[in-house]
């Protein structure tokens, strides 16, 4: 039994780590193309897609640091993408609370709700979305992306706090009234503190998915000067189009500041993420 069990373990072993080559092989070489191919001419691109350039052309990456363009994209990225992730957090964190740890009639019935919210695609309402936001004055205006992205970012943001919430033992609920904490006061003082790693996590989702929404703010926006960065990449290839290197440069430096909070975040964003399956 144990001879023959062996070489099947081997073999889902085996089979185990050729998926996980070829998974990462699928995220690794488009960022490699991407980042080496910035550092290209066209040229080089067409001859050499995956070798190192030769020579290494830095320009295009020099000439995009230095585009004002560029830099205001990046900005109005920043002030969305904070201001989204600001207004979904705290309205998540409060409602999770009070689905978490508070008994009332019709409470899971509003959390399905909720969760029927994942199912609910953004091209659906994208129009009645439109009409909503032009009648009350918000196309060319942040706030006509921040709050519909809070908005559709509640669902999965409530659920994964809610789980959370639920995790925490009743007994430091207890401790804490008997200490003089109210209810606002044990949000405040003491789960939110206690939650840190979930709210890492869908500081994370969320911000990662403002940074990367291209439909929202391609209707709401027709001041260039509000575009965000999606939109930038969209303008810069159809500008550039016959200059493919200078395109991949913009693109690998669109995604650099959503990367790096990721990998800063990383360590949160797991012990988040396995806090909420545990609750």
């Known amino acids: ?7 099947a373990q081997r073999g889902r072993r085996l089979l185990l780590h050729l998926v996980c080559i070829a998974v990462g092989a699928l995220i690794v070489v488009p960022v490699w193309f991407g980042v080496i191919g910035g550092f290209k001419d066209n040229g080089q691109l067409s001859t050499n897609p995956l070798g190192l350039p030769d020579p290494w052309v830095p320009g ?3 000439e995009i640091f230095t ?11 920043v002030l969305i ?19 978490a740890r508070f008994a009332f009639r019709g409470r899971e019935f509003l959390v399905t709700i909720f969760a029927i919210g994942l199912m609910f695609p953004f091209a659906v309402a994208i129009l009645p979305l439109f009409i909503l936001l ?3 004055g918000l196309l060319d205006n942040p706030l006509g992306v921040i709050l519909p992205q809070a908005a559709f970012g509640l669902p999965i943001t409530i ?8 995790s925490i033992p009743g007994e430091v609920e207890e401790a804490a009234t008997l200490d003089g904490c109210g209810p606002f006061g044990f949000f405040w003082r003491v789960l939110l503190p206690m939650a840190r790693p ?3 996590t869908v500081s994370v989702l969320a911000l990662v998915s403002s940074w990367n929404n291209f439909m929202l703010p391609l209707v709401v926006f027709t001041d260039q000067s509000w575009w965000t960065l999606p939109l930038g990449v969209q303008a810069f290839q159809g500008q550039y189009s016959d200059d493919t290197a200078k395109v991949l440069a913009y693109v690998v430096l669109s995604m650099i500041p959503a990367l790096g909070f990721y990998a800063i975040a990383e360590r949160q964003l797991i012990g988040g993420l396995s806090g909420s399956v545990k609750g």
């Open 1 to 7: 039994m144990t001879t023959s069990a062996n070489p």
């Open 67 to 77: 585009a004002g363009v560029f830099w205001r994209n990046v900005g109005n990225s």
């Open 60 to 62: 295009n990456y020099v």
């Open 134 to 136: 032009r009648g009350m």
């Open 81 to 99: 993408a904070v201001a989204s992730t600001f207004v979904v957090v705290a309205a998540a964190a409060m409602a999770a609370y009070v689905f």
């Open 198 to 200: 979930a709210l890492a």
């Open 159 to 166: 659920i994964i706090l809610r789980q959370f919430f639920r």
